[in-house]
């Protein structure tokens, strides 16, 4: 099913909350972007059918920049109502969000500047669905670059090592 823009913005709000993340309406613009294109990378189609737009900042929607645009540089409190998204629809939606979610809104405003769909889009025009779906497709999941702008963990936090994970696993040596 290919949702409204508007309903798939409430959704990662709605996932930022849940993370105890504070999300602005320019980082959701982004991780909606990310979303498209995933979506039309992995399952072959949109996950909303409203047109992303190059505008200054970076790619968006023009239906969701109206729905939390009183926010202005604030975390967006309220997210909307989301109920048509398939819960397995919002488990990728999670899975994107939790992606992107160490950049900072300017880290993925800069991220997307530097990408074709929008550098190769004139200012305020549509950004084509095939130019999104051709970048994901051959870039952000090909073979080679899968997991490149992924965070890399160096090592884990004391707090969450556990002494008898290792003594569980030990055999295998």
Not at 55 to 68: E, F, Q
Request: proline content about 6%; overall charge negative.
């Amino acid at each position: 099913m290919v949702y409204k823009a508007t309903e798939a913005a409430a959704c990662v709000v709605k996932i930022a909350e849940e993370f105890g993340d504070d999300i602005t309406p320019l980082k959701l613009q982004k991780i909606l972007y990310y979303i498209q294109g995933t979506f039309l990378a992995l399952k072959g189609r949109p996950a909303f059918s409203d047109e992303i737009l190059a505008w200054k900042h970076g790619p968006a929607v023009h239906s969701v920049y109206n729905k939390y645009k009183q926010y202005g540089r604030d975390p967006i409190t309220s997210p909307g109502n989301y109920s048509t998204i398939s819960k397995s629809d919002q488990l990728l939606f999670k899975e994107i969000y939790k992606r992107y979610r160490p950049y900072t809104a300017e880290q993925l405003l800069e991220k997307t500047h530097e990408e074709p769909p929008w550098l190769n889009t004139a200012g305020q025009d549509v950004i084509a669905v095939e130019s999104i779906r051709e970048y994901f497709t051959d870039t952000v999941y090909g073979d080679d670059n899968l997991l490149s702008d992924a965070p890399v963990v160096t090592e884990l936090p004391n707090e969450l090592y556990d002494p008898s994970e290792d003594e569980e696993w030990s055999h295998y040596k």
